[in-house]
C-alpha cells in the first residue's frame, strides 16, 4: 500500500515484496502447488497474471510458517553444482568434438575408396559399351549380306 492507502497501479508505485508463481510459492513452502494456491486465496495475498499466462502472487513480508525451509539458502550449493555440471558438459562437448572429427575423417576415406570403386566400373562399364557397340555392327552388317540375294553374294 501506499501513503494514501491505494495499491499501487502504475510503474511510479514502489512495491515491496516479490511476485510469485504458484508452483515458485510451493517449492519455497514445501508444499503442492494446490496447495500454496489454497494459502494464497486463504491469505488473500494479491495476484495478477503475468505475461506468460502464469498468476502471480505476492504474499506479505511474514508469510513464511515457522520451521519452513528457506530456498534461497541453497542457491549457494545450487550454483556450485551447477558449475560442476557445466564443466563435466563442456569436458562431454570435447569428448564429442573429437569422435565427430573422427568419423568425418572416416567418411573422407570411404568416400574417397568409392570414388576409386566407381571410377575403375565407369571404366568397364564403358568398354563393355563399345565391345556391344562392335558386336552391333558385325550383326547389322552380317544380316544386311543376309539381305543381298543369293548369286550377289558370292559376286562381291
Known amino acids: 500500500m501506499t501513503a ?3 495499491a499501487p497501479t502504475c510503474a511510479g508505485d514502489v512495491v ?21 494456491r489454497r494459502r494464497a486465496l486463504r491469505g488473500k495475498w ?13 504474499p506479505p513480508d511474514d508469510w513464511r510458517p515457522p520451521g519452513a525451509p528457506d530456498v534461497r539458502a541453497d542457491t549457494a550449493e545450487a ?21 565427430l572429427a573422427a568419423a568425418e575423417a572416416r567418411a573422407q576415406k570411404q568416400a574417397t575408396e ?3 570403386e566407381l571410377a575403375a566400373e565407369r571404366a568397364r562399364t564403358e568398354k ?26 558370292f559376286a562381291g
Open 4 to 6: 494514501y492507502g491505494r
Open 16 to 36: 515491496d515484496g516479490e511476485w510469485l508463481t504458484y508452483r515458485d510459492l510451493a517449492v519455497r513452502l514445501g508444499v503442492s502447488v494446490e496447495a500454496a
Open 46 to 58: 494479491r495476484r495478477q497474471p503475468g505475461n506468460d499466462g502464469m498468476t502471480r502472487v505476492m
Open 79 to 99: 550454483t556450485s553444482a551447477n558449475a560442476a555440471t557445466i564443466k563435466a558438459l563442456q569436458a562431454h562437448v570435447g569428448t564429442l568434438k573429437e569422435q
Open 114 to 116: 568409392v570414388g576409386a
Open 128 to 153: 563393355a559399351i563399345a565391345a556391344f557397340a562392335a558386336l552391333a555392327e558385325r550383326l547389322d552388317a552380317l544380316e544386311a549380306a543376309k539381305a543381298r540375294p543369293w548369286w550377289r553374294r
